[in-house]
T-cell receptor
Framework: EAGVTQFPSHSVIEKGQTVTLRCDPI?????LYWYRRVMGKEIKFLLH????????ESGMPNNRFLAERTGGTYSTLKVQPAELEDSGVYFC?????????????FGQGTRLTVV | GNSVTQMEGPVTLSEEAFLTINCTYT??????LFWYVQYPGEGLQLLLK?????DKGSNKGFEATYRKETTSFHLEKGSVQVSDSAVYFC????????????FGRGTSLIVHP
């Protein structure tokens, strides 16, 4: 069974440019999460999809970030325009349900560097 | 709200030393507790978990006990190996309408031969 896949693995862009990150969750997982980790700090929650609907986007830092999940399958996270402070590792995770002890499965992350 | 506090790293040990990484939490509701590990160049993967008080999660020689009275879930291993060098994240999850795993800041472990 394929795991959570993220593209690209690395991205270096200039301030002001646009970047789109993609996440393919494990097939059949309704829950999809985006997280970000800035160097040395905690993995911070950005948003949560249940199927194609945004369940919680309270962690999105500002309106330069736009997430979508087409048809409840893969998801994209667009940053436009990118700022220096957006640099970090963006993780995607998916899970089957919200039951007790549910494990979230993570992708390898996309390392974004804004210069 | 929910939060996880981990000890600051890096933790540097010699091979075969005893490891403890402290983790405490605050949560609304009754959380499940997890330890995730990130090896160099890889994504996070679940190391172990515990879903109720006094449960002990264990895997690959690591273990952690869910202590509700002290709101803690400390990770321990009796004898670390060089291959255990990684970043370890403590996390909690509260089931319900919006299950959102909450993570600590991670603790880097470096094991020397």
């Amino acid at each position: 069974e394929a795991g959570v896949t993220q593209f690209p693995s690395h991205s270096v862009i200039e301030k002001g440019q646009t970047v789109t990150l993609r996440c393919d969750p494990i097939s059949g997982h309704d829950n999809l999460y985006w997280y970000r980790r800035v160097m040395g700090k905690e993995i911070k929650f950005l948003l949560h999809f249940v199927k194609e609907s945004k369940q919680d986007e309270s962690g999105m830092p500002n309106n330069r970030f736009l997430a979508e999940r087409t048809g409840g399958t893969y998801s994209t996270l667009k940053v436009q325009p990118a700022e220096l402070e957006d640099s970090g590792v963006y993780f995607c995770a998916s899970s089957q349900d919200g039951g007790r002890g549910t494990e979230a499965f993570f992708g390898q992350g996309t390392r974004l560097t804004v210069v | 709200g929910n939060s996880v506090t981990q000890m600051e790293g890096p933790v540097t040990l010699s091979e075969e030393a005893f490891l403890t990484i402290n983790c405490t939490y605050t949560a609304t509701g009754y959380p499940s507790l997890f330890w995730y590990v990130q090896y160099p160049g890889e994504g996070l993967q679940l190391l172990l978990k515990a879903t109720k008080a006094d449960d002990k999660g264990s895997n690959k020689g690591f273990e952690a006990t869910y202590r509700k009275e002290t709101t803690s879930f400390h990770l321990e291993k009796g004898s670390v190996q060089v291959s255990d060098s990684a970043v370890y994240f403590c996390a909690l999850g509260v089931g319900g309408g919006s299950y959102i795993p909450t993570f600590g800041r991670g603790t880097s472990l470096i094991v020397h031969p």
